[in-house]
């Protein structure tokens, strides 16, 4: 027994010794094999296992995460040419930015950790390891979609240098794709060269290669190039939903051909079908096909039979809009106007979320009620079509112009309608307005209730399948139609789009919304009285109270003009909304019959007036346009008899004259030019000089006030303040009607506060705020910026909102190590973040951040200020300590003007 326990003992001791050896041995050797800097198999196969599986793998899965997001969450305008692919943009792209730093991240600790390096070079041994030429394409590709594209051009452009393998090719197809989507397209051509003339190239890429050639051509608007090559991309595709898009693409692309192609486009609109792609693209492909059948009136009752079916079926519910818009220009095609114009109405109103159809929509309608001469109507549309559509939509920039000139021409219609009403009640005794006014409440009331009623009807009709696709005729013109001002339902129409553009759409319908403090607000009738069961003269009113319920006769006696004061005032601006109105209608709208009677009636209206002769020069030139021989004669003879020594009587009598007249202005234009250049290069002496030689050589002349308003400021940079403000008294006085005036009256007004700091407070409702000091600050888009949040004292608890703040920036900007930091400026608490690289980076920041509301779910947004200022303007705004002042100057130079 003894014997045995002792050998036993010794065979355990043994068998310990044994095993501490082998591990001995395994860590030695994982010690050597951990190294980097020897290319042995031992040293290649711990490294190969430890990239692929600790780092490489994750890497890998972050960006199928984040592809996958990009692409569910991205959303195909199926009114343009789809894009090939979908990379996402400026503003998409920051929702992946976890996962792309994750992919970074991973990535170049692959690279750093795992790649084998020359002992003595330290420089990697290309294709040692290999998975590290993926961890790069990995890293490339990450930036890509970060749209960080130099980084990305960087890394491809390293990894087609560095390595032989397949990643080589995929970093030529990469490099194509990022100059493809920077527009550099004279970039893309020598790598499409490479690889077209490369044997070697891979075939598993042939069928993205051809797709991204077909993109190249597309960029440049080689569409039968693009065609032939999204072809063979199809050929060479396997994936369904890529085949589906490409065939899409290629009915779109035969579109743009023309008619002639139609059946082509046809026949891939059924093979996009045939593929079976998600749903919204199916839809789209079969109103697409809806459109382009062949137009008889069995496929036309046809086809409007199947989209009035398809309005019942659920799984449209988020596209009856579109539904609504095909079927009104179905209608269109069969002349069926009134009925289109119902169907584009009821599109626009089931539009919730998709601005695109919603922008279309209205824009159909503007330009139906425009081409009916509805400009009022039309006005109202163009307004709600710019507060949807982005400004990249075709024709954006004429559909700008037109919704300026409406503008303009409604609001001459909605002054002379006024300005008509009021003047009817005033000639009227007290007693018999205060009357009319009542009729006129009741008759806006049952406006009111009308419109209640045929809302709730409309909720019912939308809510009753049996009723849907019914198009009421809803076109109702107003223009001309001399309906009474205050309750013509095109006037609250006008304010609508006004509202949504400075308030945004997410306003609560709630009484005194726009107060902080709702409970300090007393309405009339909260007093125990009903001041509309009361006689009251607007001579009564006191001044400085403000009457708000618009049911009470109060209300409008304060606009009616009285005085005699008032009235010539009223009439005054009749006449100037007259004669604008008629040169609108004849120079922007070429409406020449509608120019011809609104200076007509002008003249009956106003005989004698400062305008006739010119109008009446307007309107001999509309006649000789149309050939009307009579009707131009006697505009001539008009002129020659009342005007014989005006410019437009020496017209007509010597047709040289006009090209004298027209050289002396291009020579006073000329001269303001240059006198301008002189003062902008701060030649102020000089400036002023040629100001006082212009105002002293010229007669007066359209550029005399701005010759004016130029000396002012010539002398605000060469003399005493006293000169100055003389200057600028001398342009408000003499040019009130002239664009000169509103800047020189705000820094008249300035100067005299500055002088006087005890004065009123200057009406910002009526005087725009401006900087006081020029030069306070300085436009420097390039050098670093902050992003900065202004909250009140008491308006929200800042610690909760920096932590938040970090938060959002750690989730989508990791990679950026922002840093929150906070001071106090007055009364007010300054949280600024920095550092972002210029005006751009900052912007774009703020652009996102401004979409996430719950990162400021503790602050009230109402009274917080937001905005970007460089790192020299904050150490200013810092001494200044007027944060309304920087105000005034980032409107100016940050914030984007929509409608240039």
Known sequence: MLSFSIRDKQTVIRKSIHNAAALLLFFSLLFVACTQYKNKPINRGYHNMTSRFNVYFYAKESMKEGVTKLEENHKDDY???????IYGDKETSKEIYPEMDRVIKKSSLCITRHAIKDKKTKVEVFGAVKWIDNAWMELGKAHFYKREFFSAIETFEFVAASYKSKEK??????????????????QSDPYINLIKNDPKFPKQFKGEFDALHAEFYIKQGLTEEAIKKLNEAISHTKNKKKKARFHFILGQLYEVKGEEETKKAVAQYKKTLAKKPAYEMEFNTRIKLALLAEYTPATAKKLKYNLLK?????KNEEYKDVIYYTLGQLEERDQNYDVAFGYYKQSAANSKTNNVQKSKSYLRIAEMSFDREDFPSSKTYYDSTLVFMKDDYPGYKEIVNKQKSLDV???????????????????????????????????IEEQEQKEKELKEQQQADNNNPDNQGNAPNTFQPTAGTGAWYFYNPQTKLFGINDFIKKWGNQRKNEDNWRRLNKQSTIEPWQ??????????????????????????????????????????TAHKQILESYYALGTIYREQLSNNKRAVNTFTRMNEKYPGNKYEASSYYQMYRIYLLEKNQAKADEMKNLILARYPDSDYALIIKDPNFANAVNAKKNEVEAFYSKTYDLYTQANFGQALANTDEALRKYSKNEFTPKFAYLRALCISRTQPLDSTERALKLVVAKYPDDAVYTPAKAMLDAIQKAKNPNAAVVDTNKV????????AYKVRDSIEHYWVVVIPQNRGEVSKFKIKLSDFNTQYFSGKKYLAQTLIIGTETVV????????????????????????FADLQKEVMSVFSISTDNMVKLIKRKNIAEYKAFYNANYVPKKNP
Do not use: C
């Open 79 to 85: 009114t343009k040419l789809l894009p090939v692919f």
């Open 169 to 186: 090719y995929e970093a030529w197809l990469w490099l194509v794709k990022t100059y493809n989507e920077m527009g550099l397209l004279s």
């Open 310 to 314: 398809m309005l019942k079926d659920v």
């Open 409 to 443: 021409l409604v609001g001459h219609i909605t002054t002379i309608r006024e300005k008509d009403s009021l003047l009817k009640l005033a000639d009227m005794d007290t007693a018999t307005r205060n009357n009319a006014i009542r009729k006129m409440i009741a008759k």
């Open 527 to 568: 007093n125990g009285t009903d001041s509309s069961d009361t006689a009251i003269d607007s001579t009564k009113a006191k001044k400085d109270s403000v009457i708000t319920n618009t049911k009470t006769v109060a209300f409008y006696l304060k606009d009616i003009p009285l005085t005699k004061a008032q009235q010539d």
């Open 768 to 775: 725009k705020p401006v900087v006081m000091d020029p030069d």
């Open 832 to 855: 600024f973040l920095k550092t972002f690289d210029n005006k751009e980076d900052v912007l774009s920041y703020s652009d996102f951040i401004m979409k996430k509301p719950d990162v």
